[in-house]
Protein backbone atom coordinates (compact mmCIF):
# COMPACT_ATOMS: atom_id res chain seq x y z
CA UNK A 1 0.00 0.00 0.00
CA UNK A 2 2.44 2.50 -0.71
CA UNK A 3 0.50 4.33 -3.90
CA UNK A 4 -0.82 7.37 -2.65
CA UNK A 5 -4.18 8.58 -3.84
CA UNK A 6 -4.41 11.75 -5.18
CA UNK A 7 -7.43 14.36 -4.25
CA UNK A 8 -9.75 10.93 -5.37
CA UNK A 9 -13.60 11.45 -6.25
CA UNK A 10 -15.56 9.23 -3.88
CA UNK A 11 -16.40 6.13 -6.50
CA UNK A 12 -12.49 6.25 -6.74
CA UNK A 13 -11.67 6.50 -3.19
CA UNK A 14 -14.77 3.27 -2.83
CA UNK A 15 -13.56 1.12 -5.34
CA UNK A 16 -9.59 1.32 -4.17
CA UNK A 17 -10.79 0.98 -0.16
CA UNK A 18 -13.08 -1.87 -1.34
CA UNK A 19 -10.19 -3.67 -2.92
CA UNK A 20 -7.70 -2.90 0.05
CA UNK A 21 -9.65 -3.91 2.41
CA UNK A 22 -9.37 -7.77 4.28
CA UNK A 23 -12.35 -9.84 5.07
CA UNK A 24 -12.25 -10.65 8.58
CA UNK A 25 -14.11 -13.75 8.68
CA UNK A 26 -12.23 -15.18 5.27
CA UNK A 27 -8.55 -14.16 5.50
CA UNK A 28 -6.20 -12.94 8.71
CA UNK A 29 -7.33 -9.92 8.98
CA UNK A 30 -5.03 -6.74 8.89
CA UNK A 31 -6.61 -3.21 9.95
CA UNK A 32 -7.08 -0.77 6.81
CA UNK A 33 -6.63 3.03 8.06
CA UNK A 34 -7.10 5.36 5.86
CA UNK A 35 -5.18 8.54 5.99
CA UNK A 36 -6.37 11.46 4.51
CA UNK A 37 -3.53 13.66 4.42
CA UNK A 38 -3.16 17.77 3.52
CA UNK A 39 -1.45 18.56 0.30
CA UNK A 40 0.87 21.02 2.24
CA UNK A 41 1.64 19.89 5.09
CA UNK A 42 1.00 16.56 6.45
CA UNK A 43 1.51 15.25 2.48
CA UNK A 44 4.93 16.49 2.40
CA UNK A 45 5.73 15.20 6.54
CA UNK A 46 5.12 11.78 4.99
CA UNK A 47 7.24 12.37 1.97
CA UNK A 48 9.68 13.64 4.51
CA UNK A 49 9.03 10.45 6.51
CA UNK A 50 10.07 8.14 3.37
CA UNK A 51 12.91 9.83 2.42
CA UNK A 52 14.61 9.32 6.25
CA UNK A 53 13.68 5.99 5.70
CA UNK A 54 10.96 5.95 8.76
CA UNK A 55 8.83 2.89 9.76
CA UNK A 56 5.41 3.06 8.59
CA UNK A 57 2.86 1.02 9.05
CA UNK A 58 2.07 -1.01 5.73
CA UNK A 59 -1.72 -0.95 6.31
CA UNK A 60 -1.54 2.78 6.35
CA UNK A 61 -3.38 3.60 3.29
CA UNK A 62 -2.84 7.01 2.33
CA UNK A 63 -4.98 9.43 0.82
CA UNK A 64 -3.78 13.28 -0.48
CA UNK A 65 -6.37 16.01 -0.27
CA UNK A 66 -5.68 19.51 -1.07
CA UNK A 67 -6.92 20.52 2.88
CA UNK A 68 -8.33 18.60 5.82
CA UNK A 69 -11.18 21.30 5.68
CA UNK A 70 -12.12 18.99 2.57
CA UNK A 71 -12.60 15.82 4.68
CA UNK A 72 -16.31 16.10 6.04
CA UNK A 73 -18.49 13.66 7.74
CA UNK A 74 -20.05 12.00 4.53
CA UNK A 75 -16.61 11.03 3.19
CA UNK A 76 -15.78 9.87 6.92
CA UNK A 77 -18.60 8.00 7.12
CA UNK A 78 -18.41 6.50 3.64
CA UNK A 79 -14.88 5.39 4.26
CA UNK A 80 -15.64 3.60 7.41
CA UNK A 81 -18.57 2.02 5.59
CA UNK A 82 -16.28 1.19 2.06
CA UNK A 83 -14.11 -0.83 4.71
CA UNK A 84 -11.49 1.28 6.67
CA UNK A 85 -11.21 -0.01 10.41
CA UNK A 86 -10.01 3.65 11.46
CA UNK A 87 -9.31 6.98 9.58
CA UNK A 88 -6.31 9.51 10.35
CA UNK A 89 -7.15 13.16 9.07
CA UNK A 90 -3.69 14.78 9.39
CA UNK A 91 -3.54 18.85 8.59
CA UNK A 92 -1.26 21.94 9.03
CA UNK A 93 -0.53 23.07 12.41
CA UNK A 94 -3.38 25.96 13.78
CA UNK A 95 -2.26 28.62 12.04
CA UNK A 96 -0.50 27.20 9.54
CA UNK A 97 -3.20 26.15 7.21
CA UNK A 98 -2.94 27.51 3.45
CA UNK A 99 -6.02 28.35 2.99
CA UNK A 100 -6.11 30.41 6.27
CA UNK A 101 -8.68 28.48 8.40
CA UNK A 102 -9.09 24.84 7.12
CA UNK A 103 -7.36 23.16 10.03
CA UNK A 104 -9.78 25.35 12.34
CA UNK A 105 -12.88 23.86 10.56
CA UNK A 106 -11.34 20.25 10.70
CA UNK A 107 -11.06 20.20 14.07
CA UNK A 108 -14.92 21.71 14.99
CA UNK A 109 -15.64 18.61 12.27
CA UNK A 110 -13.98 15.84 14.32
CA UNK A 111 -15.65 16.99 17.13
CA UNK A 112 -18.81 16.58 15.30
CA UNK A 113 -17.40 13.32 13.56
CA UNK A 114 -16.64 11.72 16.70
CA UNK A 115 -19.80 12.89 18.39
CA UNK A 116 -22.35 11.14 16.07
CA UNK A 117 -20.47 8.10 15.66
CA UNK A 118 -20.38 7.13 19.04
CA UNK A 119 -23.99 7.36 18.78
CA UNK A 120 -23.72 4.95 16.12
CA UNK A 121 -21.61 3.03 18.30
CA UNK A 122 -18.26 3.58 16.92
CA UNK A 123 -15.58 4.07 18.91
CA UNK A 124 -14.03 7.34 19.43
CA UNK A 125 -10.72 6.24 18.14
CA UNK A 126 -11.08 4.81 15.05
CA UNK A 127 -11.28 8.55 13.60
CA UNK A 128 -8.33 10.73 14.91
CA UNK A 129 -7.33 13.97 13.63
CA UNK A 130 -3.86 15.24 14.08
CA UNK A 131 -1.36 18.16 12.88
CA UNK A 132 1.91 17.26 11.11
CA UNK A 133 4.20 19.88 8.97
CA UNK A 134 6.53 18.92 6.09
CA UNK A 135 9.80 18.94 8.53
CA UNK A 136 7.67 16.29 10.64
CA UNK A 137 8.85 13.28 8.76
CA UNK A 138 9.27 11.45 12.46
CA UNK A 139 6.13 12.79 13.81
CA UNK A 140 4.21 11.62 10.80
CA UNK A 141 5.81 7.78 11.07
CA UNK A 142 5.23 7.92 14.82
CA UNK A 143 1.38 8.92 14.20
CA UNK A 144 1.07 6.45 11.76
CA UNK A 145 2.16 3.91 13.87
CA UNK A 146 0.60 4.73 17.06
CA UNK A 147 -2.99 4.87 14.87
CA UNK A 148 -2.00 1.46 13.30
CA UNK A 149 -1.55 -0.34 16.00
CA UNK A 150 -4.95 1.48 18.25
CA UNK A 151 -7.13 0.37 15.40
CA UNK A 152 -5.67 -3.19 15.74
CA UNK A 153 -6.56 -3.16 19.49
CA UNK A 154 -10.10 -2.38 18.56
CA UNK A 155 -10.40 -5.06 16.44
CA UNK A 156 -12.12 -5.34 12.53
CA UNK A 157 -15.14 -2.71 12.14
CA UNK A 158 -16.88 -5.38 9.82
CA UNK A 159 -17.90 -7.90 12.23
CA UNK A 160 -19.42 -5.13 13.86
CA UNK A 161 -16.70 -4.53 16.62
CA UNK A 162 -16.84 -1.11 17.22
CA UNK A 163 -13.99 -0.99 20.29
CA UNK A 164 -14.97 -0.96 23.79
CA UNK A 165 -17.31 1.86 24.59
CA UNK A 166 -17.66 4.55 27.63
CA UNK A 167 -21.32 2.78 29.46
CA UNK A 168 -22.96 5.67 31.16
CA UNK A 169 -25.52 4.64 33.66
CA UNK A 170 -28.73 6.56 33.67
CA UNK A 171 -27.79 9.50 36.51
CA UNK A 172 -24.57 10.25 33.77
CA UNK A 173 -22.03 8.44 35.89
Known amino acids: MTDVLEDPDRETLESVIESEATDPATEEWTPLVVAFLCNWCSYEGAQTAGGARKTVPANVFPVRVMCS ?3 DYDLVAKTLTDGADGILVLGCHEG ?3 YKTGNYLTRKRHALFTAVLQGLGVHEDRVRLDWVSADEGERYATVTREMAARVR ?6 DG ?11 GD
Open 153 to 158: ELGPLA
Open 69 to 71: GRV
Open 161 to 171: NSGPTTEVTAD
Open 96 to 98: DCH
